[in-house]
């Protein structure tokens, strides 16, 4: 605009808006790339389907000698097609690491506390994978007492670290989706619920069969199946900017017309 000051003309200019910058919560909140949801369930069906070559394995009933022994035992070197279990354990492993990624953490009302409990479960059934035990166990004493005198290689003891890490992180996955399902009614909350109920029942019998080294053929099962259902339901559950939570989706694209207005 023009102004007349003291026996001078001068022009001002009113300065261009300025977008404010994009805060890092909203820029959080954009929604994956729509293949990515396909993709990870994919990914993850066949990384699941890999997990549980148990399931073929007691069918066929060949590789198994007594139900006292645990699948692990299986993977020992030495054991008839060990390479091929360990080898299946590691690629499960991987492709559940890629699914989860892919997916990514978004869940109906936000990021999901278990979702890296689930990546490191993931990744710990690899390092399973990769390092074998170097004797079974489950069957032989004498490597009973050879793992307890801390006499076996170091792959051993890889996989034995492992193991826990892989129930452990898994269960807690577990505990902290049921505490972010639990006021609300839904699928995963339902699924959550009865994984919870099952898993309360069989850990004491998961510790009698280490305990004793009877009966795990029938008790690892029942957490191999628990663990992949609650994958397949992390993979499932839809994010708040796709097809769940109306509310979210109607916050996001209150935040892309503001911004537009904006600029």
Not at 107 to 134: D, H, K, N, Q
């Amino acid at each position: 605009m023009m102004r007349i000051g003291d026996g001078f003309l001068s022009l001002t200019r009113k300065a261009p808006a300025v977008a404010a910058p994009r805060p890092a919560a909203a820029a959080a909140a954009v929604p994956p790339a729509p293949w990515r949801h396909p993709v990870a369930l994919t990914v993850g069906g066949v990384g699941v389907a890999l997990y549980n070559w148990w399931i073929v394995v007691a069918l066929g009933g060949h590789l198994m000698t007594t139900p006292d022994e645990l699948f692990s035992d299986l993977e020992a070197t030495g054991r008839p097609d060990a390479a091929l279990l360990q080898h299946l354990d590691l690629a499960a492993g991987l492709m559940l690491v890629a699914a989860l990624l892919l997916r990514g953490p978004q869940g109906p009302e936000g990021r999901r506390t278990e979702w890296p409990w689930l990546v490191a479960f993931a990744a710990s059934g690899a390092v399973g994978g990769r390092f074998a035990y170097a004797c079974p166990e489950g069957l032989s004493a004498g490597c009973r007492a050879a793992e307890w005198r801390l006499a076996l290689p170091p792959h051993h003891y890889v996989h034995v670290l492992a193991g826990i890490v892989e129930f452990a992180t898994a269960t807690i996955a577990i505990y902290l989706t049921w505490q972010r399902t639990r006021r609300r009614d839904g699928a995963t909350g339902r699924v959550v619920r009865w994984i919870g109920k099952a898993l309360i029942v069989a850990y004491p019998f998961l510790a009698l069969a280490y305990l004793t080294d009877r009966i795990g053929a029938f008790v690892e099962p029942v957490f191999f199946v628990c663990f992949s259902v609650m994958v397949i339901a992390e993979l499932v559950e839809p994010d708040g900017a796709g097809t769940g939570d109306p509310s979210l989706r109607l916050r996001s694209r209150w935040r892309t017309r503001s911004e537009r207005d904006a600029r």
